[in-house]
């Protein structure tokens, strides 16, 4: 009997990047299966994808199906032990938080001991780069930066205060007393809200542990209290784990500052030696490029019969490499398998996140080094002989570990086997804002301050602003519900803050230009785009730098004249891809910091409709934020402008936005 031919993804659907189309073609002429493909084959489960699957006990799974119709009266649905499927939801839910919060605030963690090393002078790969940002962090973090010395105060020692600093902040994730340092840098209002709820966190691990022994079976069955523990994890995670990442990696590797680059599967070269970086911790990809750029790296590829070393990034680390280096994006989450099915991928250094085990399989078909350099991110094939290995990093070594992962490229560039096919496709960008970036580009006349921006909110030039961020999820098309809600954003002159993957499908797409304002934004956002020659959408960083964006709403509300709090602020937060626990953990901080926050794709409290209604309506009156979800990407945009446009209407800005352009006639009849 002849065999059944496999299903395979329809490349056009499951794509809407013409790059991305053409090597999902070309992956299955060559016969390999990429994540495309399964998600065509395999079908995800609704009754977990709606969060009501409970298997915290050998007695489950438990499987609580909502009831077509939906629940009319009172809803009986209980697992084995009578969990309830509010319990088994918001259950669910703060795992997924505990999930996200451990993943950005472990990275953290790493960075911090990092940073330790360099500030004690133990390695020579890594040096405080920007001082005053250090000086800036440090009294944030209790540490003195100057001394009293003959009656007068000057700065100390700045090596001590490093020490301090990397003490202290390492202090944050286990301490045990008090309460985390960072939420104190939220708008005075927002403490207060937090203190109230009892949800300020105490230490960045205590609050991830407390929710494994919460939700471990016939412990915490209220979903309102469950979700007090989430909370605290969350915050702990945003104002905590991921702002110190940001922080530390700031002061260690340089803060961002704008720069020109590009984006796309296209930045890869045929006649070059490509490397390409992918997952979260740019620890050790800050010492690959450093090195790749070295003559002596460059002179052995060009030995090798290469025109040089072209790196390129993947995923998180890319944003962090993007950001301080200028080194091109290659792709989102959804491409990494591309990237190496164009067949000139000479290395793929993974580090934490993201990172698909399949990459391993695809590797095998080609040449490609693909190299696990994390203890605690390694792979089954990792252990054998063939293209998957194990380097592992330290930043004692860490110079000795990029130059090995470097010439290993090179000596691989000569081992390509199968045609190379790279697509042509490719965009310029302008990536690396920041909070202090922001400030110097819309500070106008009165530069390094963010009242201009503000200025351009009340006159309804900008008529709120949107962090757009998060991942790609297979089970929709690749990029496009990013694209159309940001499109329809800037539309409506709603400027975009962009991290994660969003930021680099907008980077494919070329909305992170100064030149996409004139074609994509309303009148009064593309005016001051054009003015201080920004993109209308401005590329932040990784998923830990959604600091970045808390902090920017931050400084939004003390420049003053939006209200108090950032709930006050015509703001909104969206991840219209999102597929992983650490958006979840950002949602949820992002909703108790005071942002009303839509995601699409599926929502894992679909099937706990009274504890759904809990975080989408009634967490309104306890934190200013709450969840919604909408799948059509228009849709989702203009519920975000409903609420921009409810906020404004609250501050008594609404009437600003009705800017009418008179003529020579109406002029006159004024005057
Ligand atoms: Fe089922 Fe309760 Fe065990 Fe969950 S904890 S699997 S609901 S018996
Ligand atoms: S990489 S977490 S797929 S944004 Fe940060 Fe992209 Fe989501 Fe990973």
Same mark, same amino acid.
């Given at each position: 009997?002849a065999?059944?031919?496999k299903?395979?993804?329809d490349?056009v659907e499951?794509?809407y990047d013409?790059a991305?189309?053409?090597m999902i073609?070309?992956?299955q002429?060559?016969g390999?299966e ?7 084959t395999?079908?995800a489960?609704n009754?977990?994808?709606g969060?009501? /699957?409970c ?6 799974p ?6 077509? #119709?939906?629940i009319e009266?009172?809803?009986e649905?209980?697992?084995l /032990? ?11 839910f703060i795992r997924m938080?505990a999930g ?5 605030s472990?990275?953290g963690?790493c !960075?911090a001991e ?5 500030a004690k ?5 890594y040096?405080?780069?920007?001082t005053k940002?250090?000086?800036? !962090?440090?009294?944030?973090?209790g540490?003195a930066?100057t001394?009293?010395?003959?009656g007068? %105060? !000057?700065q100390r020692?700045?090596d001590d205060?490093a020490?301090?600093t ?5 202090n944050?994730w286990g301490k045990?007393e #008090?309460?985390?340092l960072y939420?104190?840098r939220?708008?005075?209002a927002?403490y207060?809200t937090w ?8 230490n960045i ?13 016939g412990v915490d069955?209220?979903y @309102?209290?469950?979700?007090? @523990? ?5 915050i702990a995670d945003?104002?905590? #784990?991921?702002?110190?990442a940001t922080?530390l990696?700031d002061?260690?590797?340089g803060t961002?500052?704008?720069?020109a680059?590009?984006?796309n599967?296209g930045?890869m070269?045929q006649?070059?030696v490509?490397?390409v970086i992918?997952?979260h911790?740019?620890v050790?990809?800050?010492v690959?490029v450093?090195v790749?750029?070295?003559?002596e790296m460059?002179?052995?590829?060009k ?10 990034g993947?995923c998180c680390?890319?944003?962090e490499?993007? %950001?301080?280096h200028?080194v091109?994006l290659?792709g989102?989450f959804l @491409? ?8 000139a991928?000479?290395a793929?250094?993974v580090?934490? @996140? ?5 990459l391993?399989n695809v590797?095998?078909c080609?040449?490609?080094?693909l190299v ?5 991110a ?8 063939g293209n ?6 330290d930043e004692h070594?860490?110079?000795r570990?990029a130059k090995?992962?470097?010439?290993m490229a090179i000596?691989?560039?000569?081992n390509r086997r199968v045609?190379?096919?790279?697509p ?19 500070g106008g ?7 201009t ?7 309804g ?6 962090? !757009?961020v ?6 929709t098309?690749?990029?496009?519900a990013?694209l ?5 954003l800037?539309k409506?002159?709603?400027l975009v803050?962009t991290t994660g /993957? ?10 992170l230009t100064?030149?996409?304002a ?5 009148a009064?956002l593309?005016?001051v785009c054009?003015?201080v020659g920004i993109?209308p ?8 730098d959604?600091?970045?964006i ?12 939006l ?9 909104a937060?969206s991840?219209?891809e999102?597929?992983?626990?650490k958006a979840?953990s ?7 910091s005071?942002?009303?926050t ?7 409290t679909?099937?706990?409709?009274v504890f759904?209604?809990?975080i989408?309506?009634e967490?309104e009156?306890?934190?200013?934020g ?8 228009i849709k989702h945009a ?10 404004r209407?609250?501050?008594g800005i ?5 800017r009418?352009l008179?003529d020579?006639e ?6």
């Amino acid at each position: 009997m002849a065999e059944k031919a496999k299903k395979m993804a329809d490349p056009v659907e499951a794509t809407y990047d013409v790059a991305s189309q053409k090597m999902i073609k070309r992956a299955q002429e060559l016969g390999i299966e990429t994540v495309f493909d399964r998600a065509v084959t395999m079908k995800a489960c609704n009754i977990g994808a709606g969060g009501t /699957c409970c298997k915290n006990c050998s007695m489950g799974p438990c499987r609580l199906p909502l009831p077509k #119709g939906g629940i009319e009266g009172k809803d009986e649905r209980m697992g084995l /032990c009578g969990a309830t499927a509010n319990t088994i939801a918001a259950r669910n839910f703060i795992r997924m938080i505990a999930g996200g919060a451990a993943a950005h605030s472990d990275h953290g963690r790493c !960075v911090a001991e990092v940073f330790m090393s360099a500030a004690k002078k133990e390695t020579e790969a890594y040096k405080i780069k920007d001082t005053k940002k250090l000086l800036a !962090v440090a009294p944030l973090l209790g540490i003195a930066t100057t001394e009293e010395v003959e009656g007068e %105060q !000057v700065q100390r020692n700045i090596d001590d205060i490093a020490v301090e600093t990397a003490e202290a902040a390492l202090n944050e994730w286990g301490k045990a007393e #008090g309460e985390l340092l960072y939420p104190k840098r939220a708008p005075e209002a927002l403490y207060e809200t937090w203190k109230k709820n009892g949800v300020l966190p105490r230490n960045i691990d205590r609050e991830i542990v407390e929710i494994m022994h919460r939700t471990h079976m016939g412990v915490d069955q209220n979903y @309102q209290n469950l979700m007090k @523990q989430g909370t605290r994890a969350a915050i702990a995670d945003g104002w905590g #784990g991921s702002m110190l990442a940001t922080d530390l990696q700031d002061i260690l590797f340089g803060t961002p500052y704008p720069l020109a680059s590009e984006a796309n599967l296209g930045v890869m070269k045929q006649d070059m030696v490509n490397i390409v970086i992918h997952g979260h911790e740019p620890v050790l990809s800050e010492v690959i490029v450093a090195v790749a750029q070295t003559q002596e790296m460059i002179d052995y590829a060009k030995e090798k019969g290469a025109n040089g070393i072209q790196l390129s990034g993947i995923c998180c680390t890319a944003n962090e490499i993007l %950001q301080r280096h200028g080194v091109p994006l290659c792709g989102t989450f959804l @491409q990494q398998e591309l990237a190496i099915i164009t067949g000139a991928c000479d290395a793929m250094v993974v580090d934490v @996140q993201c990172i698909f085990q399949n990459l391993a399989n695809v590797a095998n078909c080609f040449h490609t080094k693909l190299v696990t350099t994390h203890p605690i991110a390694r792979m089954e094939q990792d252990l054998e002989e063939g293209n998957v290995l194990h380097i592992e990093f330290d930043e004692h070594h860490a110079l000795r570990d990029a130059k090995k992962i470097v010439k290993m490229a090179i000596d691989n560039f000569t081992n390509r086997r199968v045609e190379v096919m790279i697509p042509e496709e490719k965009s310029p960008i302008v990536a690396g804002f920041g909070v202090e970036s922001i400030e110097y580009h819309l500070g106008g006349t009165f530069r390094g301050s963010y009242f201009t921006l503000n200025d351009n909110i009340i006159n309804g030039r900008i008529r709120g602003i949107a962090g !757009v961020v998060g991942c790609n999820n297979a089970r929709t098309r690749h990029n496009e519900a990013h694209l159309i809600v940001v499109k329809e954003l800037i539309k409506n002159d709603v400027l975009v803050l962009t991290t994660g /993957c969003n930021a680099i499908a907008c980077a494919m797409d070329g909305l992170l230009t100064p030149e996409s304002a004139a074609v994509y934004c309303g009148a009064g956002l593309a005016e001051v785009c054009e003015t201080v020659g920004i993109p209308p959408v401005l590329h932040l960083g990784s998923c830990v730098d959604n600091s970045r964006i808390l902090l920017a709403a931050t400084e939004v509300v003390k420049a003053g004249g939006l209200g108090n709090d950032i709930r006050d602020l015509p703001v909104a937060g969206s991840a219209p891809e999102w597929m992983s626990e650490k958006a979840i953990s950002i949602g949820q901080y992002f909703v108790v910091s005071g942002v009303y926050t839509v995601f699409g794709v599926t929502m894992p409290t679909s099937g706990a409709p009274v504890f759904q209604d809990y975080i989408f309506n009634e967490y309104e009156k306890m934190y200013g934020g709450m969840w919604d979800f909408e799948v059509d990407p228009i849709k989702h945009a203009h519920k975000m402008i409903a609420h921009i446009d409810k906020k404004r209407k609250a501050l008594g800005i609404d009437k600003a936005r009705e800017r009418v352009l008179m003529d020579m006639e109406a002029r006159m009849a004024i005057e």
